[in-house]
């Protein structure tokens, strides 16, 4: 039985909601809003599907991953037999985390870092440390427990609680078209990165489903997109979209985006998406790579935002970063530039120098080279004024892409 459930507006007589309440509902059940938010971590969070990690990030036997939620610990490894396994992180012995960290690789098992129990990659107990000490100990017994998991796509999805219908349920609305992607395909382009955010998670979630504040809050998608941007809802997934426009953008870095979309003959029906799965987990997909991005709860009025890229691979793909190079056009533009393997960097470049190095990109017949802003937490380093990294794209006419303000 719940301990405490709010009571909800009343609505009108013809089903409506009594809006002119809404206000005061909040402000009473405010001094509850821990209450609810127990409530939700029990009945919304711990029983629904959460994104770990993608396939190819534990590529090889032993490699780990490791996901925390509102108190649960889950560790992803890939075992001997190349089956991927999820794990309450909890060691059997005093329950101390099995692996420490975000990420990592084990030689052959996974030793306790505090009493050294050890565990094979199957989650099976090998043995105790001083095993004597413990008598006829029952291996069988003290494995690591595991937990749900569902690969879709190459996505690996935990849950801590049985719960809702799988993932591949939920997102079947919009299966046929994410496949065309080749997800699982896709290898890590980028670390993981965390963003604490001062607001409670379902404010998160409303505006990422809200497309009434993009024309105020993010005018460069309005421009790129003009009036095409567009919210579908369905049972568990909301998408959200919009498509490239012709009419040139007024700011220069948008407008050399859609110059080079255009020349690389991506322009023609390119779109970019946002694939927003209940409750908390989004899939994005841009033309130089896709992203999970997730906002985790961490308290009533706390969440945080996870975030991973990955793109699909090429052997062309370089990272380069100076200090100095393409100062000035950093400088100029607020822009980073992607560039093929081999390509001169030459510190304190022009912009002749830029506009040489474009030319010599296009000479190679490069499939994607993307611009975007320095200031994108992804990429950009506060010490780094620029970084030229060549990314794959995606087949002509399946273009999208990244936003902007």
Known sequence: ????????????????????????????????????????????????????????????????????????????????????????????????????????????????????????????????????????????????????????????????????????????????????????????????????????????????????????AHPGLSRVFGKSYAIEARDWVDKMSGELVEQPSPRASERMYQKLITEMGLAEGATWAYYKLWPNAAIEVYPDQIDFMQFIPVSPTETLLREAPYALPDDRRTVVTSHDAFGYFGKAYGLKIIAPQGVSTESEASAQDVAKIIRQIKAQKIPAVFIENVTDHRLARPDRASRLILRPAFRPGRASGRSWS
């Open 1 to 216: 039985r719940m301990p405490y459930a709010p009571t909800a507006p009343s609505s009108t007589t013809d089903g409506q909601l009594d809006r002119t309440r809404l206000a005061d509902w909040y402000r009473r059940n405010r001094a509850r809003s821990q209450a609810l938010f127990d409530l939700e971590r029990t009945h919304v969070f711990l029983n629904h599907w959460q994104v770990a990690c993608h396939v190819n990030d534990v590529p090889h036997a032993g490699d780990w991953r490791a996901f925390d939620l509102l108190g649960e610990r889950a560790v992803v490894v890939r075992g001997h037999d190349g089956v991927v396994r999820a794990f309450h992180n909890l060691c059997r012995h005093r329950g101390a985390r099995v692996v420490d960290g975000v990420a990592g690789s084990c030689k052959g098992a996974l030793v306790c870092p505090f009493h050294g129990w050890v565990y094979n990659l199957d989650g099976t107990l090998r043995g105790p440390a001083r095993p004597k000490s413990f008598g006829n100990l029952d291996r069988s017994r003290y494995g690591l427990k595991p937990i749900e998991c569902e690969i879709w796509l190459g996505f690996i999805f935990v849950r801590f609680a049985p719960g809702l219908p799988s993932v591949k349920e939920m997102m079947s609305p919009y299966a046929e078209e994410l496949e065309a992607f080749e997800l699982e395909k896709l290898i890590p382009n980028g670390r993981v990165t965390l963003r604490p955010r001062p607001v409670n998670w379902k404010n998160v979630g409303d505006n990422y489903s809200d497309g009434l504040h993009i024309p105020v």
